[in-house]
């Protein structure tokens, strides 16, 4: 059948000139030699192209269209356009490793969402929002935000076969910096995030003896103040908050005074990237083996966890708390902003882990399965580790007879202080200690595979080549951002270390994140569209998304996530660690931490207006160019930046009268 196609050409090529590139384009196209060509299905038509026009003017030789024939439907000519795309990412990815199985992406997948967030962010910011009252915000964001930006970002990475770099580049040149801003933040957080890892590495170890280190104050680090038992006196701390404070972290008064390194931290340090390091060094196929078990032996731990402690006395007052709304909090537009940065972090919108990973799964992967498993086990995880650590609230308010809602927890010492109080009236203390501390190590390990993943795959999609000539293995480069991230968490470990950890934390995970997520949205949802993601998914799976994926798509989660993120600038805190207030110029650094993501979106933007064709540069080369031309290149500059695929070497090909450009078409010239 005759096709009719257009072809958009390089903005400074005459139309006399861009005529005859049709034609020949159309001829080719009816012949069916494009498709049958190896080098042309390879992009590197263009110049002999070009040739052919120059070798046909010589002879005096003129080509002309075929006549015109009826424009195939858009649906159509969208099957058509995803087969060549597909073929061509296939064809230049031969070499792409996939998961063993398929259920090792789904394992990953759930390591990754299911982290330490899962068991102290979770149940702190539900604690602080009045309870069950989180509950109702949580969900709703669960199911408008969580699920569908979930399945949005696992079909672009699975169907385009990219880490996050190049897929933003390629749905919309112009925000490629979102995608860079994705590894930026990874790389940030997996520097502070392994000290977690660190402490719980700590306490593992320091829970084989009995009685547990923490269970009496007749040690050389306790203070005058100490109190064997839980307490909320402002003037008295418990054994187990002066253990954290004064042995674990020998913290200083604050961020002037940074003290010395922690030598034994230093080098439980170590010890956690080399496991990092051992885990992931092979890429998919030794993380797809170890996710098998840490994946899932925390669940085996919070449920014994969870009989223990419903058995204690007032485990029921806490649970009540925890299940029993405050319907007044819900009027708190805090409480909504909070549940849905929970969803961004729990889940992993922005990060770019599961994008990441999401790439190197087989092309005709069920998407959406994977998406409903992940996301809803990630939030039962998260109600399960709720009713394990508010069974606990309830028992520490038994002791001290006062309210839940009056307990004292901050940040990680929910995890760290007041979880290790409650194991020292607990039968068998030593080994529910090891249990717990070793569940924490697994579900730090999972999310520390992903952020760290994230960086080796956009290193090896952009410069792959050169990186392996340089350094002949993978491996090594593994180990070089493994190196990287090891010094760069160095500060963590000395005397004033969690000042650090909480100041990254407060302006990377709070502040960047909702940023990152809110432009991810704008380039996928709006830019490359409803549509192509659509035709993505047919291509993949042969079913189109369900009609409510397509509205959250198009309204709720761009409209949502941009009104948080207005609240969030508005209702803006500066970052504090309990008593502690920082100074402004450790603000100022926060702003800095947070700015070193954020800023690769700008930065990128001019990058991308600069480098196409009839660039800045190219408008400023002569002065003889006059003043519309070059508006008339700034405009096509804009509107190819903003064109999916746009930075890609090719002209752009689309069915006569169908009125849409589509830059991804299957003909490559």
Not at 288 to 314: D, H, M, R
Not at 461 to 469: C, E, N, Q, T, V
Request: hydrophobic share 50%; glycine share 8%; aromatic share 14%.
């Amino acid at each position: 059948m005759t096709r009719n196609c257009t072809v958009i050409a390089d903005p400074v090529m005459t139309s006399e000139g861009e005529a005859e590139l049709q034609a020949l384009v159309e001829r080719k196209l009816t012949n069916g030699h494009i498709q049958n060509n190896p080098k042309e299905m390879n992009g590197t038509l263009l110049e002999s192209l070009r040739d052919e026009l120059n070798i046909h003017h010589g002879s005096g030789e003129s080509w002309h269209p075929p006549s015109p024939s009826p424009s195939p439907s858009r649906r159509a000519f969208g099957a058509q356009r995803q087969r060549g795309r597909s073929i061509d990412n296939m064809a230049v990815q031969p070499d792409r490793p996939t998961w063993n199985k398929q259920i090792e992406f789904t394992l990953a997948g759930i390591g990754t969402a299911v982290g330490l967030g899962n068991v102290w962010r979770f149940p702190y910011l539900c604690y602080r929002s009045g309870g069950g009252a989180f509950l109702v915000p949580y969900l709703f964001m669960l199911v408008v935000l969580g699920i569908p930006l979930l399945y949005m970002e696992l079909i672009v990475g699975q169907y385009l076969r990219k880490g996050p770099v190049h897929v933003l580049e390629k749905v919309c040149p112009l925000l490629k910096g979102v995608g860079m801003a994705t590894v930026a933040i990874s790389f940030i957080m997996c520097t502070y995030y392994n000290v977690i890892i660190t402490w719980a590495l700590y306490y593992l170890f320091s829970s084989f003896q009995s009685p547990l280190p923490w269970q009496s104050c007749n040690n050389t680090w306790n203070r005058p103040n100490c109190t064997d038992h839980a307490t909320n006196s402002s003037f008295s701390t418990t054994a187990s908050q002066q253990f954290f404070n004064h042995k674990v972290l020998e913290r200083t008064s604050g961020l002037e005074q940074p003290g010395i390194l922690r030598w034994e931290l230093f080098l439980l340090l170590v010890v956690a990237w080399i496991l990092i390091y051992l885990c992931i060094f092979k890429g998919v196929k030794s993380t797809g083996k170890v996710v098998y078990f840490t994946a899932l032996f925390p669940y085996i731990i919070l449920l014994a966890l969870l009989i223990n402690n419903v058995q204690l006395p007032g485990a029921l007052d806490g649970i009540k708390f925890f299940i029993v709304p405050v319907w007044e909090k819900l009027l708190s537009v805090q409480v909504w902003v909070n549940a849905a940065a929970q969803i961004f972090n729990s889940i992993g919108i922005g990060f770019g882990g599961l994008m990441t990973m999401a790439s190197y799964n087989s092309f005709n992967n069920n998407v959406l399965r994977d998406t409903l498993t992940i996301s809803i086990i990630n939030s039962l995880t998260s109600i399960l580790a709720g009713f394990v650590i508010f069974s606990a609230f309830g028992y520490m308010s038994h002791l001290q007879s006062i309210p839940v809602s009056e307990l004292a927890v901050d940040g990680p010492g929910l995890v760290f202080v007041v979880y290790p109080q409650a194991f020292v009236t607990m039968p068998l203390a030593p080994l529910w200690a090891i249990i717990f501390f070793f569940m924490l190590l697994c579900l730090g390990l999972d999310s520390e595979f992903a952020m760290v993943e994230v960086m080796v795959t956009s290193l090896m999609d952009s410069y792959g080549k050169p990186i392996l000539k340089y350094f002949r293995l993978k491996e090594i480069l593994v180990l070089v951002v493994c190196s990287a991230a090891f010094l760069l968490g160095i500060p963590h470990v000395m005397q004033f270390g969690i000042y650090m950890f909480q100041l990254m934390d407060h302006y990377t995970a709070i502040v960047s994140i909702i940023f990152l997520a809110f432009f991810e949205v704008i380039a996928v949802c709006w830019v490359f569209g409803v549509g192509r993601l659509s035709d993505s998914l047919i291509e993949m799976t042969g079913k189109p998304p369900a009609m409510f994926f397509k509205v959250c798509w198009w309204i709720i989660c761009p409209v949502l996530i941009g009104v948080i993120l207005i609240f969030s600038v508005i209702e803006f805190k500066p970052a504090r660690y309990e008593h502690y207030v920082y100074p402004a110029w450790a603000q100022g650094v926060g702003w800095i931490i947070a700015l070193a993501s954020i800023i690769w979106i700008p930065l990128a933007a001019i990058h991308t207006l600069w480098v196409l064709p009839g660039s800045f540069k190219e408008s400023w080369a002569g002065l003889e160019l006059a003043i519309w031309d070059t508006t008339r290149n700034l405009k096509h500059r804009i509107r190819r930046s903003l064109t999916p695929f746009g930075l890609e070497k090719v002209p752009v090909v689309y069915p006569s009268g169908s009125g849409e450009i589509f830059p991804d078409a299957a003909v490559k010239l």
